[in-house]
């Protein structure tokens, strides 16, 4: 299982924990994990079958858009971290 650290803004589908663990072979079988695990998690990073534009997802401090995206492989002992980006200023 990776560990899958979870931002605060998304902590209220995790019942509030910071991480969790979930199973899968590639980032998209750990969100349908942690979906099943922790209802809506899903909706709030995809959308339209990829990750939405504001959610950036590392595994082991690389981003997927510039790995395989959603195929990019998990091993147990990855760590994931979710974190939305923040947009706007002047």
Same mark, same amino acid.
């Given at each position: 299982?990776? @560990?899958? /650290? &979870?931002?605060?803004?998304? /902590? /209220? #589908?995790?019942?509030?924990?910071?991480?969790?663990?979930?199973?899968?072979?590639? @980032?998209?079988? $750990? &969100?349908?994990?942690?979906?099943?695990?922790? *209802?809506?998690?899903?909706? =709030?990073?995809?959308?339209?079958?990829?990750? =939405?534009? #504001?959610?950036? &997802?590392?595994?082991?401090?690389?981003? &997927?858009? #510039?790995?395989? *995206?959603?195929?990019?492989?998990?091993?147990? +002992?990855? +760590?994931? *971290? $979710? @974190?939305?980006? $923040?947009?706007?200023?002047?």
């Amino acid at each position: 299982m990776a @560990v899958v /650290r &979870i931002p605060v803004p998304l /902590r /209220r #589908f995790s019942g509030g924990a910071e991480e969790v663990t979930a199973a899968g072979a590639t @980032v998209a079988e $750990i &969100i349908e994990d942690l979906d099943r695990s922790y *209802s809506g998690m899903k909706h =709030r990073l995809l959308e339209n079958g990829g990750l =939405r534009r #504001f959610v950036n &997802i590392y595994v082991n401090d690389e981003d &997927i858009r #510039f790995l395989q *995206s959603l195929d990019t492989p998990v091993n147990e +002992e990855d +760590e994931l *971290s $979710i @974190v939305p980006a $923040i947009a706007g200023g002047r």
